[in-house]
């Protein structure tokens, strides 16, 4: 059940985080989902937040920011501005 879990918050704050950055028409579902439960990881090391403690609120915030700084990145190497 857990696994599940993972994959629709990560779908959700991945999509949310595509939103933010404006790169929503470029990203599918499965993107979404990785771009999601990375940014979880990205953000358990930059905020040192417990993200396996189970989904609260600022679990989901922490893991919308790292999505975000996450595809920031990845708009940094692709084209060389963050947007």
Same mark, same amino acid.
């Given at each position: 059940?857990?696994i599940i #879990?993972? !994959?629709?918050v990560?779908g959700i704050?991945?999509w949310l985080?595509?939103?933010?950055? %404006?790169t929503d028409g470029?990203? +599918?579902i &499965? !993107?979404n989902?990785v771009v999601?439960?990375? +940014?979880? /990881? #990205?953000?358990s $090391?930059? $905020? +040192?937040? @417990? =993200? @396996?403690?189970?989904?609260t609120?600022?679990s989901?915030?922490?893991?919308l =920011?790292?999505a975000? =700084? !996450?595809?920031a990145i /990845?708009n !940094? &190497? %692709? %084209?060389?501005s963050? %947007?």
């Open positions: 059940m857990g #879990i993972w !994959l629709i990560g704050c991945g985080a595509s939103m933010i950055m %404006r470029q990203q +599918g &499965i !993107l989902i999601g439960i990375v +940014g979880a /990881v #990205i953000a $090391f930059i $905020f +040192g937040a @417990n =993200i @396996n403690a189970g989904i609120v600022m989901f915030v922490y893991s =920011i790292g975000v =700084i !996450l595809l /990845v !940094l &190497i %692709r %084209r060389g963050v %947007r």
